[in-house]
């Protein structure tokens, strides 16, 4: 049976403890009821969650982000870190814990200083990881009534980055590459064929699901195959979106150094088209 002792009490819910010399955050309702520093608990059913890092530089980091502010806002941010990898079964990351832990804590400072950061690519992150997002919508909501803040929608978008970076299993930064490369995409063929972009579409959010599943095989070295007699019929039915793909493979290329084949080009004219015509009825 583990032993754990208390070096601090947030509140009813959470403790810190010390166990094997190694510092760990408990998670249960009631755990923390009439405890003191000092106290030694043993394993109980109170306990619902233990996070314990083992990794020196991710655990400094960890406690010295508990010491950046107050103990309910700690208190809501565990919280909610547990609400996320509770949902998504995510155990044992402890980058991901402290990565997620951190962000909520700086942006919680961001937003109480009235430093708001606009996110360029918050409708793209939103049709992207739909899951994500309607959890990162639920704890920016929690966050928002248990602190009495006011976190924008932005912020929706940048912890659904961080979610779906972990679900997908790659890094925030790739990520938000992706999401760029799709908003960019986006704005391209808004330019080009000068039209506004229904975001809200069933088009669009095709267009979206096309663009991730293509810089997926595009990753992994994947290729499409079209038949050139279509692929020359597309060329010339729909030249100008065609050119607009053109131009969207050309800035992906450039962007993550991959080869791209013709194929690529004729699904994604077809996705533009669709989506510019869809565009110009609304």
């Known amino acids: 049976m583990n032993t754990y002792k208390i070096t601090k009490v947030l509140n009813n819910n959470v403790i810190i403890c010390k166990h094997d010399d190694t510092e760990v955050v408990l998670v249960g309702k009631g755990i923390g009821f009439n405890k003191k520093t000092g106290m030694l608990i043993q394993d109980v059913d109170t306990i619902e969650k233990v996070f314990q890092l083992q990794n020196k530089s991710q655990q400094d980091h960890y406690l010295m982000l508990m010491d950046q502010t107050n103990e309910e806002e700690i208190r809501v ?23 997620l832990t951190d962000h909520l ?87 080009d064929r000068q039209v506004r972009i229904d975001v809200t579409s069933l088009q669009y959010q095709r267009f979206i699901r096309h663009m991730h599943f293509l810089l997926q095989r595009l990753k992994k070295g994947e290729r499409s195959t079209i038949e050139l007699s279509f692929e020359n019929l597309l060329k010339a039915q729909y030249p100008l979106c065609y050119n607009v793909a053109v131009k969207i493979i050309k800035m992906i290329q450039s962007q993550m150094d991959v080869e791209v084949y013709e194929a690529e080009v004729a699904y994604l004219t077809m996705h533009i088209q669709q989506l510019v015509r869809t565009s110009q009825q609304s």
């Open 77 to 99: 941010v565990i919280e909610s870190v547990q609400i996320i990898l509770s949902h998504f079964n995510i155990e044992n990351n402890e980058s991901f814990i402290v990565s």
């Open 105 to 191: 804590i700086f942006a919680l400072k961001r937003v109480k200083k009235g430093q708001l950061i606009s996110n360029p690519f918050l409708s793209e992150t939103k049709y992207s990881y739909p899951e994500a997002y309607q959890i990162a919508k639920r704890v920016v909501a929690r966050l928002n009534l248990q602190l009495n803040v006011a976190f924008p929608e932005d912020e929706v978008g940048f912890i659904a980055l961080h979610i779906a970076s972990q679900i997908e299993d790659v890094s925030v930064e790739n990520t938000k590459q992706v999401t760029e490369l799709i908003n960019r995409s986006v704005r391209l063929i808004e330019h």
